[in-house]
């Protein structure tokens, strides 16, 4: 069963950065499209940015060029890398694994963004 564990979250002041790192565990990590989605209190949930499995990236307009997408085979983990962070961004981030029909979920990591 693959197992995903979000970290890198935290208080961070306006234009600040933070890096999140998000765990595989379970099966084979090469082989799965990764994303990084964020729900902010009271909206949808949104996907952030994500990383195929060849390592194609596409980021939403709403952080584009300010948020970046990488992932590590060999360490299995995805990275989500953010800069200039807005009070907008404020949200909990979730991993999201996905390979054919299958599908897994991180338990979120909460990125506040406050002075």
């Known amino acids: 069963q693959v197992q995903l564990v979000e970290s890198g979250g935290g208080l961070v002041q306006p234009g600040g950065s933070l890096r999140l790192s998000c765990a595989f565990s379970g099966s084979v990590f090469s082989i799965y499209n990764m994303d990084w989605y964020r729900q902010a209190p009271g909206k949808q949930r949104e996907l952030v940015a994500g990383i195929s499995s060849g390592g194609f990236t596409n980021i939403a307009d709403s952080v584009k060029g300010r948020f970046s997408i990488s992932r590590d085979n060999a360490k299995r983990t995805v990275y989500l890398q953010m800069d200039s962070l807005k009070p907008e961004d404020t949200a909990v981030y979730y991993c999201?694994?996905?390979?054919?029909?299958?599908?897994?979920w991180g338990q979120g990591t909460q990125v506040t963004v406050s002075s």
């Open positions: 999201n694994a996905r390979w054919g029909s299958s599908m897994y």
